[in-house]
């Protein structure tokens, strides 16, 4: 699963490609744990916290939701990044279980 339920929201797990051609979503990834990421590029060089910005927005406005609960809980010079979204667990499990159905069928 690529996401874990915690009591301040849900840890979104991401494997991050910065310099991208394209932004958004482009599937998921098992590493060889088995533990299942969402593959997310971004356009943004991995320099000065650029290409996690750039992945903060992208989170936030897929699930429109404000920046400010969306936040990079480890990771932060890794590619394996956990995101974590801070609200109601189940609202925002809904939001990312539909965005990943939607976006994962056109990826």
Do not use: C, H
């Not at 590493?31 to 590029?41: L, M, P, Q, S």
């Not at 109601?88 to 056109?106: A, G, N």
């Amino acid at each position: 699963m690529v996401f874990e339920e915690t009591n301040k929201g849900l840890i979104l797990k991401v494997r991050l490609t910065p310099n991208a051609a394209a932004a958004g979503v482009k599937g998921l990834f098992k590493n060889a744990d088995g533990e299942e990421y969402v593959k997310i590029a971004v356009t943004a060089v991995p320099e000065k916290n650029k290409a996690n910005k750039d992945l903060v927005a992208l989170i936030a406005k897929a699930l429109d939701m404000p920046k400010t609960a969306v936040e990079i809980f480890s990771g932060a010079t890794d590619r394996y990044k956990k995101v974590l979204l801070s609200g109601q667990r189940e609202v925002i499990k809904e939001k990312v279980q539909l965005w990943l159905e939607k976006v994962l069928v056109d990826a």
